[in-house]
């Protein structure tokens, strides 16, 4: 990897390994679905989530689909078009990134023993969104729902560049700004529709 590649993975790559195999403690063979394919955390979602052997389905805006299938999601849908809630497909494990859908809405699709992994948030409520999904997942029968913080590892560090080397996982990075043009990447990931991560040049 570059220095810019290497740079982009921790906090968001170990957010996705250790929310998918140890929050959803996903299992080969499972169907996972990724809420906001297409983010600083989802590209590496979709590529852990299929490393760890996982069927995996990627939601993202039309601008998206190709990144999401270049990364080996299974299928892409395109929510401008589609609505995962509604397509009638049922997974074992949603890794919700977007942060856009209530509790109600995801239950639908998810298996009786299904896992809700929160990760991402509205920025109008985005302790409300999180507090109301873990509560409504614990007063669920079977369906559950979690939210965690990750913390990064030497372990969870080492993981990663195995699989980096093994060609399994690869950084996204849609932009590149010098330090002196920090206020701008900040404005730009503000936006909300960065693709994969903006790195700063330092």
């Given at each position: 990897?570059?220095?810019?590649?290497?740079?982009?993975?921790?906090?968001?790559?170990?957010?996705?390994?250790?929310?998918?195999?140890?929050?959803?403690?996903?299992?080969?063979?499972?169907?996972?679905?990724?809420?906001?394919?297409?983010?600083?955390?989802?590209?590496?979602?979709?590529?852990?989530?299929?490393?760890?052997?996982?069927?995996?389905?990627?939601?993202?805006?039309?601008?998206?689909?190709?990144?999401?299938?270049s990364l080996g999601a299974d299928r892409v849908i395109?929510?401008?078009?589609?609505?995962?809630?509604?397509?009638?497909?049922?997974?074992?494990?949603?890794?919700?990134?977007?942060?856009?859908?209530?509790?109600?809405?995801?239950?639908?699709?998810?298996?009786?023993?299904?896992?809700?992994?929160?990760?991402?948030?509205?920025?109008?409520?985005?302790?409300?969104?999180?507090?109301?999904?873990?509560?409504?997942?614990?007063?669920?029968?079977?369906?559950?729902?979690?939210?965690?913080?990750?913390?990064?590892?030497?372990?969870?560090?080492?993981?990663?560049?195995?699989?980096?080397?093994?060609?399994?996982?690869?950084?996204?990075?849609?932009?590149?700004?010098?330090?002196?043009?920090?206020?701008?990447?900040?404005?730009?990931?503000?936006?909300?529709?960065?693709q994969g991560k903006v790195v700063v040049t330092v």
């Amino acid at each position: 990897m570059s220095f810019e590649e290497a740079a982009a993975l921790p906090i968001a790559a170990i957010t996705a390994l250790q929310g998918l195999r140890d929050k959803a403690r996903l299992r080969s063979g499972q169907k996972v679905l990724v809420n906001g394919a297409s983010g600083g955390v989802g590209t590496y979602a979709v590529q852990i989530a299929k490393a760890l052997g996982a069927d995996v389905t990627g939601v993202c805006s039309t601008r998206n689909v190709e990144i999401a299938r270049s990364l080996g999601a299974d299928r892409v849908i395109d929510y401008t078009r589609e609505d995962f809630t509604s397509s009638g497909e049922r997974y074992d494990i949603i890794f919700d990134v977007a942060g856009n859908r209530s509790w109600s809405d995801c239950k639908r699709v998810l298996e009786p023993d299904g896992i809700l992994v929160v990760v991402g948030a509205p920025k109008s409520h985005p302790l409300r969104h999180v507090a109301g999904m873990v509560l409504a997942g614990r007063l669920s029968r079977g369906r559950t729902a979690s939210f965690f913080v990750a913390k990064i590892t030497h372990a969870d560090l080492d993981a990663l560049r195995e699989l980096v080397e093994s060609g399994k996982v690869r950084s996204v990075i849609d932009r590149r700004y010098e330090l002196d043009d920090i206020a701008d990447a900040y404005r730009y990931l503000g936006d909300g529709h960065a693709q994969g991560k903006v790195v700063v040049t330092v």
